[in-house]
């Protein structure tokens, strides 16, 4: 089946570590992002890229960092600059620049600072 | 500014009555409009969505939406809630022309009550 996996569905972060929060999608889309969502509130855009070895920064980046080396995957690293980095972490891809594509999302990472 | 508002955070309906979900948008261009659906923990599913063919657009579960470009509206609506409608909502606009990025509204929580 096509779709986007996430992986691992919980981390747990100790202070002062990086970690890094995997997703692969086979439906051979060009556009990937990054969203966080904290409980009860909206997404907020991480990080998109629109094509391989190229992305861009979106409303919240600082305190993570992407790459885009192929174009199923897309990890992004919270770093320990983002001092709340407790959220629930979606990653999405669609068909790139045209308008009308439907967005589709991964499952879901948790991360939690301990 | 582009923006999405959901002009109620919280819904709550009774099983068998009529569900209504408000969206109202602003853009400088035509948008083309979505609706998603997010179960706890989980990612964001497509109910449906508008690109200018029909301002009816049938969706997934008996959803529906109208686009009405005289009132800047995309309301949500369904006949009849069922229990496992409970989930939080979102509306979603991809502007046809300028940034590349999605927006989001901030989500809408249905509650269903037996």
């Known amino acids: 089946d096509g779709g986007i996996t996430q992986s691992p569905k919980y981390l747990f972060r100790k202070e002062g570590q990086n970690v890094t929060l995997s997703c692969e999608q086979n439906?051979?889309?060009?556009?990937m992002y990054w969203y966080r969502q904290d409980p009860g509130q909206g997404l907020r855009l991480i990080y998109y890229?629109?094509?391989?070895?190229?992305?861009q920064k979106g409303d919240i980046a600082e305190g993570y960092s992407v790459s885009r080396e192929k174009k199923e995957s897309f990890p992004l690293t919270v770093t320990s600059a983002q001092k709340n980095p407790t959220a629930f972490y979606l990653c999405?891809?669609?068909?790139?620049?045209?308008?009308?594509?439907?967005?589709?999302f991964g499952e879901g990472s948790w991360l939690t600072v301990v | 500014a582009q923006s999405v508002t959901q002009l109620d955070s919280h819904v709550s309906v009774s099983e068998g009555t009529p569900v209504l979900l408000r969206c109202n948008y602003s853009s400088s261009y035509s948008p083309s409009l979505f609706w998603y659906v997010q179960h706890p923990n989980k990612g964001l599913q497509l109910l449906l969505k508008y690109t200018s063919a029909a301002t009816l657009v049938k969706g997934i579960n008996g959803f529906e939406a109208e686009f009405k470009k005289s009132e800047t509206s995309f309301h949500l609506t369904k006949p009849s809630a069922h229990m496992s409608d409970a989930a939080e909502y979102f509306c979603?606009?991809?502007?046809?022309?300028?940034?590349?990025?999605?927006?989001f509204g901030t989500g809408t929580r249905l509650k269903v009550l037996a």
């Open positions: 890229s629109q094509i391989v070895n190229d992305f």
């Open positions: 439906l051979n889309h060009d556009a």
């Open positions: 999405a891809s669609s068909i790139a620049g045209i308008s009308g594509n439907t967005i589709y």
């Open positions: 979603v606009a991809f502007p046809t022309s300028g940034t590349y990025k999605y927006i």
